[in-house]
Structures are given as C-alpha cells and as structure tokens.
C-alpha cells in the first residue's frame, strides 16, 4: 500500500507559479513511476505529467509542455510538479498518482495509488 498526500495549491494570479508537492507514505517509493493528473469542474480527469523511477525519464500532456516540470526526490519520497506561467484554464484540482510498473504511462487505469488532489485556481 502507498498512501499519497498533496499540497501547495491556492489561488494564484495569471502568469503565476506554483509548486506542488505529493509525500508518499508505505512502499519503497523508488518503485513507483509517478504521474500528475488534473479535473476541471465538468471536465474528466486528464494526465498532465508523469516521471520514471529513476527521474530520468519525464513526459507531459501538450497543455502544459514546456510550462510545467516534474521532479522526485527518491530519499525524501516526494515527486514535485513546479507550474510556471499558469493560465485559467490549468485551474483543476491536481492529484498526484503512484504506478507500480517499469515505464511511463499516461493511462490513469495503470496507476495503483492515488491522492485526495489539491485545488489550484487561477484568476485572469
């Protein structure tokens, strides 16, 4: 079992930076490739950026590529999503998710573990 915790959202201006943060709990985090998925009101969930176990290896969604970055910190079991240059319509709540397999995926039914999300909102 991983449990997932996540923080850093808020309410933050157009153009605007967050950084978000998901702490694992429970099974050797290195094992896990990591991914960030997102849910606007009325919308489904959709992926947005995922890294292997290693962080060598990083892919993103086409809506947020070359505005957000992915990272994890194996020791301190944390995987990070810094967000630059945040538009209305990245406002979502944000979940962080925990895949128990070899490559990365974008497919939200192979990851095994996931997140209560936080909120991020941004204001035009």
């Known amino acids: 079992q991983v449990q997932l915790v996540e923080s850093g959202g808020g309410l933050v201006q157009a153009g605007g930076s967050l950084r978000l943060s998901c702490a694992a709990s429970?099974?050797?985090?290195?094992?896990?490739?990591m991914g960030w998925f997102r849910q606007a009101p009325g919308k489904e969930r959709e992926f947005v950026a995922a890294i292997s176990w290693s962080g060598d290896s990083t892919y993103y969604a086409d809506s947020v590529k070359g505005r957000f970055t992915i990272s994890r910190d194996n020791p301190k079991n944390t995987v990070y999503l810094q967000m630059n240059t945040l538009k209305p319509e990245d406002t979502a709540v944000y979940y962080c998710?925990?895949?128990?397999?070899?490559?990365?995926?974008?497919?939200?039914?192979?990851?095994?573990?996931w997140g209560q999300g936080t909120q991020v909102t941004v204001s035009s």
């Open positions: 429970g099974r050797t985090f290195s094992n896990y490739v």
């Open positions: 998710a925990a895949a128990h397999r070899e490559g990365i995926t974008t497919a939200q039914w192979r990851y095994n573990y």
